[in-house]
């Protein structure tokens, strides 16, 4: 290489990085004033609470679920990620004033995901529980599911007394595994990362029922009409947000987000857009308190 | 400190279950991989062009696919053909079959390590091709895929999580680990422990090829 190509070469590299710092320095100002008229009066936290950090950043880092349609899941038409949980994780994006940036969490790795940073959020069909609560802390309820038992429209079972001996499947990591094992101890669990995982073995035969939250079993009817649902209510499992053990200042913040998300009609229009149109149920934001939601689930 | 020993003193059935399912899965997988692994080897060097392209489509077929594509064949794919295979079959006999175009391939590569001036003295000096294939080339081929075998067997050890983590579900070593992090959310304990227990293992295999390889060295 002569002399002067070389020169040419680095001028040209310093030319492209100055355009990428005034491309990158633009994004700033877009991320700041993004969100249209909402983050306009967006109220702005001191850098060191959770809130400034995520300011700062311009963007909220939030573990929801990719493959549980309709609380959280990519939309085959537009590889968004979208459901229940993501317009509730957007409403506390657009509090921020910041841009919302979902990740994907799995039922096993969400709570690792909050304590080392990876999420600062996490929005993903979780059950408050208190062995949870030990290791993060969570919201106040934003939803109210119940556990059911899905099982192909010919199968013999009915409900939980006919689990003994059949292979039920549902996540790892998620409440059922004990559920089941206290409420049905001669069922055999098959533990799958995904429920997209329980859905293509029950209709292929090597698992005989699924247990899980009945919004994620109604995601999965939408898939399969020959599914139903069997049985009474096992469990009631009240959703929380998790967030990282003893943040109180965002605890209080996104307590306060989800309040006025409740009582203003984007809980109810999202409801109806994902779950209600389904299951042509209707459903009131619960108003449980988190402490009652720990007594509930235990 | 307290929180390791305190992990595996409340997690201990579990891990040991986990623990014994991955020996079981290691030990079938190996054996198949060995059989399965000679048989094509047969076949890559016969002398019949039929019975090399055979053993061709094997390797390229077993080893050019993903595990996790394998597995997910041998399972789902046979179960929609309407063969009820189960999971603790499916999980060990893909791995093994996987594994076993890779044991070919060394093999192979063991026969024609072998000079050929070997198997020509061989046949001068009287013996048939069985015959020198059993007490002349073969011994020699051993001796020198044992260090890669080891590898080999080592990397199919840690292969073996992926059948837990897959569409099969087995619960194995890790997938253990993993079940009780989402139980307590306390997982570098715990991993740490699964961690433990897959070096028990990869080294074991390592300190047995270690003692193999000087019984049959040769001194020079």
Avoid at chain 1, 263 to 285: H, L, N
Avoid at chain 2, 131 to 153: C, E
Avoid at chain 2, 169 to 174: E, G, P
Wanted: glycine fraction near 10%; hydrophobic fraction near 45%.
């Amino acid at each position: 290489m002569s002399k002067s190509t070389k020169w040419r070469w680095l001028a040209a590299m310093l030319a492209t990085l100055a355009v990428l710092v005034v491309a990158a320095c633009g994004d700033d100002e877009d991320g700041g004033g993004g969100g249209g008229g909402a983050s306009a009066d967006v109220e702005q936290f001191p850098a060191d609470t959770t809130m400034g950090r995520i300011q700062e950043a311009g963007s909220i880092k939030v573990g929801v679920k990719y493959d549980v349609p309709p609380f959280g899941f990519q939309n085959p038409q537009t590889d968004e990620i979208e459901g229940f949980d993501v317009d509730l994780a957007r409403a506390v994006a657009d509090a921020l004033g910041v841009e919302l940036d979902p990740i994907e969490a799995i039922s096993d790795n969400r709570i690792p995901f909050l304590m080392d940073g990876t999420a600062d959020l996490i929005l993903s069909t979780m059950t408050i529980n208190t062995e949870r609560d030990a290791e993060i802390d969570f919201s106040d309820p934003y939803f109210v599911a119940r556990g059911r038992i899905l099982v192909p429209g010919d199968s013999d079972i009915q409900g939980i007394d006919d689990l003994g001996g059949q292979k039920v499947c549902t996540a790892v990591g998620s409440t059922y595994e004990e559920t089941l094992k206290e409420q049905a101890p001669d069922a055999e669990l098959v533990l799958i990362d995904e429920y997209s995982g329980c859905l293509t073995r029950l209709q292929e035969g090597s698992v005989d029922a699924i247990s899980t939250d009945d919004v994620i079993l109604t995601g999965m009817i939408i898939q399969d009409d020959t599914l139903e649902l069997v049985g009474d209510e096992l469990t009631t499992e009240p959703y929380g947000a998790g967030i990282k053990d003893g943040d109180k200042e965002f605890q209080e913040f996104v307590n306060g987000v989800f309040e006025e998300y409740k009582s203003d009609p984007r809980w109810a229009e999202s409801y109806e857009k994902w779950v209600g149109q389904y299951t042509g149920q209707e459903q009131e934001p619960t108003d449980l308190s988190l402490q009652e939601a720990l007594e509930i689930s235990g | 400190m307290v929180e390791l020993w305190e992990a595996i003193a409340d997690n201990f059935p579990e891990l040991a279950s986990g623990y014994w399912l991955t020996v079981r899965t290691v030990t079938i997988s190996f054996v198949i991989a060995l059989v399965i692994g000679t048989a094509v080897a047969l076949l890559r060097i016969a002398p019949t062009r039929v019975l090399r392209a055979i053993g061709t489509v094997y390797v390229e077929v077993f080893r050019g696919l993903p595990l996790l594509v394998l597995l997910i064949m041998a399972f789902s794919g046979l179960r929609r053909a309407g063969v009820p295979i189960t999971a603790t079959v499916a999980g060990p006999a893909t791995l093994g079959l996987y594994t076993a175009a890779y044991v070919a391939e060394i093999l192979r590569s063991g026969f024609f390590a072998v000079g050929k001036g070997q198997r020509e003295a061989s046949l001068s000096l009287g013996l048939d091709g069985g015959q020198t294939m059993r007490h002349v080339v073969l011994p020699q081929a051993f001796r020198t895929v044992i260090p890669p075998l080891a590898s080999l067997t080592v990397a199919m050890i840690k292969n073996s999580a992926i059948i837990g983590g897959s569409l099969l579900a087995t619960q194995d070593l890790l997938k253990e680990a993993r079940i009780e992090v989402g139980a307590s959310g306390n997982a570098t304990p715990l991993f740490f422990w699964a961690a433990v227990g897959y070096l028990t293992l990869t080294v074991g295999a390592t300190v047995i090829a270690r003692r193999l390889e000087t019984r049959y060295a040769v001194r020079r």
